[in-house]
T-cell receptor, first 116, second 112 residues
Framework: NAGVTQTPKFQVLKTGQSMTLQCAQD?????MYWYRQDPGMGLRLIYY???????DKGEVPNGYNVSRLNKREFSLRLESAAPSQTSVYFC???????????????FGEGSRLTVL | QKEVEQNSGPLSVPEGAIASLNCTYS??????FFWYRQYSGKSPELIMF????GDKEDGRFTAQLNKASQYVSLLIRDSQPSDSATYLC????????????FGSGTRLLVRP
């Protein structure tokens, strides 16, 4: 099983350029998430999608847009990249907690983005 | 005040010792609590989950939850060098079934 797949794994951008990070999961999970991780900051929630057709802001949504394309795919777009957006981005998916389910997040391998 | 607080460490313990990692949170309505382990350059992986007050044990790991005091801790018994990693505490906020917020993580170093 592939689990959660993110592309690209590495990207270098110039300030002002735009790009989209792609994420797909094959676990039939309802909810999907984008986090960013900076040194000493842990994981910070950018946006999440509780289910297909819905998206909500997290802790640090400014400068980002998201699209829940279908149940499998959740993309993150940087319209005008800034050096402050240099980070490692993680996509994750989960099912709500229930009988036999913890409601844990399953993470992709991460996408390392550098904005010059 | 951060919603989820952890000491960044590093916490250094000798091999075979008990490592104690702590996490405090501000949202009294928080319902579920997770401990993730993250090796350098890798993605986080779940090691413990707890939602009821008290202790939950799984092998060498014990999670402890005290909702009245708003803290959750992770004990690692018989620490091994392979346990050296960053440990992230995450909570599911009470106002949402979907919002999971992480602390900044504690780096654990187990000395051989």
């Amino acid at each position: 099983n592939a689990g959660v797949t993110q592309t690209p794994k590495f990207q270098v951008l110039k300030t002002g350029q735009s790009m989209t990070l792609q994420c797909a999961q094959d676990m039939n999970h309802n909810s999907m998430y984008w986090y960013r991780q900076d040194p000493g900051m842990g994981l910070r929630l950018i946006y999440y999608s509780a289910s297909e057709g819905t998206t909500d802001k997290g802790e640090v949504p400014n400068g980002y847009n998201v699209s829940r394309l279908n149940k499998r795919e959740f993309s993150l777009r940087l319209e005008s990249a800034a050096p402050s957006q240099t980070s490692v981005y993680f996509c994750a998916s989960r099912l709500l907690a229930g009988v036999g389910r913890t409601g844990e997040l399953f993470f992709g391998e991460g996408s390392r983005l550098t904005v010059l | 005040q951060k919603e989820v607080e952890q000491n960044s460490g590093p916490l250094s313990v000798p091999e075979g010792a008990i490592a104690s990692l702590n996490c405090t949170y501000s949202d009294r309505g928080s319902q579920s609590f997770f401990w993730y382990r993250q090796y350098s350059g890798k993605s986080p992986e779940l090691i413990m989950f707890i939602y009821s007050n008290g202790d939950k044990e799984d092998g060498r790991f014990t999670a402890q939850l005290n909702k009245a005091s708003q803290y959750v801790s992770l004990l690692i018994r018989d620490s091994q060098p392979s346990d050296s990693a960053t440990y992230l505490c995450a909570i599911k906020k009470g106002d949402s079934s979907y919002k999971l917020i992480f602390g900044s993580g504690t780096r654990l170093l187990v000395r051989p």
